[in-house]
């Protein structure tokens, strides 16, 4: 870890174990006091529903049902990643959709603000294989 990295004014290398818990405690605090609506980036639709929460972003799919450029052997694939990262991060049994011009992950709670930033960079690491403007 770089020696330039400090929390309350003090290196995070010299810190004690019982230090970093604490500190990981008010780092906790500090992010679930702020509206997630200053992290989510603007691709994405986060929607409180009945069941928990949806969350989906729009791709460039040339308006052709995605269940036409997705095989089913896709959708176990995405599914699959998305199952390793709601086990990391505690939100099992999020579904994948993949609609018209969009994929949805459907959670059946809702989501703390960690576990939204984790789902946020899972979009961001399935947009180079999903979008398919990406495609030479």
Known sequence: ?????????RPIDEMSRAELVQALKEALLLLRS???DNFIRPELEVTETSAGILVARTFKWAFIPAGHLWSDE???SVQ??????AARY??????VR?????????VPRRLQ???LLALQEWFACEKDGLDIS???
Request: net charge negative; proline share 7%; glycine share 10%.
């Open 90 to 95: 505690g939100f099992e049994g999020a579904v």
């Open 74 to 76: 896709d959708r176990r």
């Open 1 to 9: 870890m770089s020696s330039d990295v400090s929390w309350k004014g």
């Open 98 to 106: 993949f609609g018209p011009d969009r994929l949805e992950v459907d």
């Open 134 to 136: 990406q495609v030479p």
């Open 34 to 36: 702020v509206s997630p």
């Open 113 to 115: 603000i960690e576990q």
């Open 80 to 85: 699959a990643r998305l199952d390793a990262l």
